[in-house]
């Protein structure tokens, strides 16, 4: 199997231009490819991870991945599958992001020996003089077109700001000057970037001529990554102060019965026949099937060590075996109690697991609290220091089925 029939097994590949040339490029390890990253956060999250694993499997192959960090383009916000304008950062909040990103996309792409490079699209869109731009690229974007593009229909509705307007404009230009300077040949993205891709593409061979050469691809990244970037408490991040390696083995471990084989197969690098051999489980089996995807891709971010340890937490905690440290946890001390104890509710609410008292309340009186693996449905139940550090492995408290928290003493 060539590794772009792989990819087209994996379910990566959703639409591209020039298939046959770009089969020819990938098998062959002729691909410089980019993708891009705004620096909206100071943290990659999960919604960024297939492309960070599709470039890690291109790089394998031989290609090379051109890791484009959003400096500038930054600065504007995309428009791309949001009904909202992106709040303006600052020049310093976004090159910290930068510096961020930098740090954790190398520990997963090698960028030694000019394998993969890293470049930030603020060296060549800040220095731009706007005239310059009207002249030599506006001719070549049809205001008309534009507007049919799906990205800008969405906020037409609610209104779309000639600031965002021109982000199409802005990553195309991005396209033809790596084109220029490093020899990419290759944008990825999402489906909801096709619009801004084929200007990158049209751009570059408008202003070259034929003879130079430019593709798109198009991989499902947007809806499947964004999708995988959000929980009820917002995105789940790469970075490990940001969420644990256990609450991001959590995360996958409970990803839903349909997506646990196809996030196995975009996202793992686990051989599609193994993979496929899981296509009949049923069951218990799926849970098994989401161990593995949970242990491969923690142990792709934060390394085989804490995904052990995050496994063992898991299973300590469902199973009631095996070595919890690796729990969340909240510390309390005993000037948190009062005059020896601390009720449920109050330990909810320190820990996390519920935003008020009254939510607190609620989540008891409905069953969905339990102590040690115990069920509480007494609303003034109430805990010592003796209670809270009679297990040295913590005092377990728990809400529903995925929320859970050790709470230790110091």
């Excluded at 490029?25 to 990253?37: D, E, P, Q, S, T």
């Excluded at 960090?69 to 709040?87: A, E, Y």
């Excluded at 809806?223 to 789940?236: L, P, R």
């Excluded at 005059?339 to 320190?350: A, R």
């Amino acid at each position: 199997m060539t590794l772009y029939d792989e990819l087209t097994a994996r379910g990566l590949i959703a639409q591209v231009t020039d298939e046959k040339e770009i089969k020819e490029l990938v098998n062959n390890g002729k691909a410089v490819f980019y993708i891009g990253f705004d620096p909206t956060a100071d943290s990659l999250h999960v919604g960024h991870f297939m492309a960070l694993c599709l470039m890690k499997r291109l790089q394998m192959a031989g290609n090379k991945p051109i890791a484009l960090i959003g400096g500038g383009t930054g600065m504007i916000g995309d428009p791309s599958g949001r009904s909202d304008l992106r709040q303006m950062m600052t020049t310093e909040t976004i090159q910290h992001n930068c510096e961020c990103f930098k740090t954790q996309m190398s520990h997963f792409i090698d960028f030694s020996q000019d394998r993969a490079i890293m470049v930030n699209n603020a060296d060549w869109l800040l220095g731009l003089n706007y005239i310059e731009v009207l002249r030599e690229i506006g001719p070549h974007f049809s205001v008309n077109r534009m507007l049919t593009a799906e990205c800008y229909k969405q906020r037409m509705e609610k209104g779309l700001s000639f600031l965002e307007f021109n982000y199409m404009i802005m990553q195309s230009y991005d396209f033809y000057i790596l084109y220029q300077k490093y020899g990419c040949n290759m944008q990825f993205g999402g489906d909801d970037q096709w619009s801004n891709m084929l200007g990158g593409t049209e751009l570059i061979r408008r202003k070259l001529g034929k003879n130079a050469y430019a593709m798109t691809i198009n991989l499902l990244l947007n809806s499947e990554g964004n999708k995988m970037g959000k929980t009820q408490k917002g995105a789940v991040w790469l970075d490990a102060n940001k969420t644990s390696p256990y609450d991001f083995y959590q995360y996958w471990r409970n990803v839903a019965d349909a997506d646990v084989l196809k996030c196995l197969r975009m996202l793992t690098f686990l051989p599609l026949e193994q993979i496929d051999e899981m296509d009949h489980w049923e069951g218990s089996q799926l849970n098994t099937a989401k161990e593995i995807l949970a242990f491969e891709l923690t142990k792709l971010i934060h390394g085989e060590d804490e995904a052990k340890k995050a496994q063992a937490g898991a299973h300590a905690l469902f199973a009631g075996v095996g070595d919890n440290t690796a729990m969340p946890a909240t510390e309390l001390s005993e000037s948190d109690l009062e005059e020896g104890s601390i009720d449920l509710i109050s330990l909810l609410v320190k820990s996390g697991l519920a935003a008020s008292r009254s939510e607190g309340r609620r989540a008891i009186e409905q069953g969905g609290v339990s102590v040690n693996n115990e069920k509480v449905t007494d609303v003034k139940a109430a805990y010592t220091v003796a209670d809270l550090s009679a297990d040295e492995n913590g005092f377990l408290l728990k809400r529903g089925k995925k929320k859970f928290m050790k709470i230790l003493i110091k």
